[in-house]
């Protein structure tokens, strides 16, 4: 995937994603990396999880309405109905690693492109976090096969 693709689906999402949040502002992109004022960055433990398959723990990340692409197939559920879609996804997929190629955030947005490795396959996963009240929450992740 090169940068261009990133950054025009990075814009074409984040657009869609800030409809679904409180305050979206229009700011220039500015790197995740400067936006550590309130502890440690969410993206990391959501790497963490992703990596072991940690679904119980990722699931605590989602948003009470979560767009769940899995293997193409697009599902707007809840944080529940997702829990139990990833759960079956690891069970078919044992994770081996998961490693976080590009962030980036854009007014009360965060975005995240990263490679899982499960399974004997290649995923690239795609995290939109959107600022809700004091926290960030999950509400889109995509698993798209390499």
Known sequence: ????????????AAALVAFGCHQAAAQTVVPVSNFKAQGPDELSSIAKYLGKGEVDNLAAWFSNSIEL???GEANTCSRS???QILKAFYQAYTPRAFRITHKAAQGNVKYAVGNLSAGGTNFTVTIFLCMKEDCYDIHQLKFEKN
């Open 1 to 12: 995937m090169n940068i261009q693709r990133i950054a025009h689906t990075f814009v074409v």
């Open 81 to 83: 109905q997702a829990k």
């Open 69 to 71: 692409v899995l293997l």
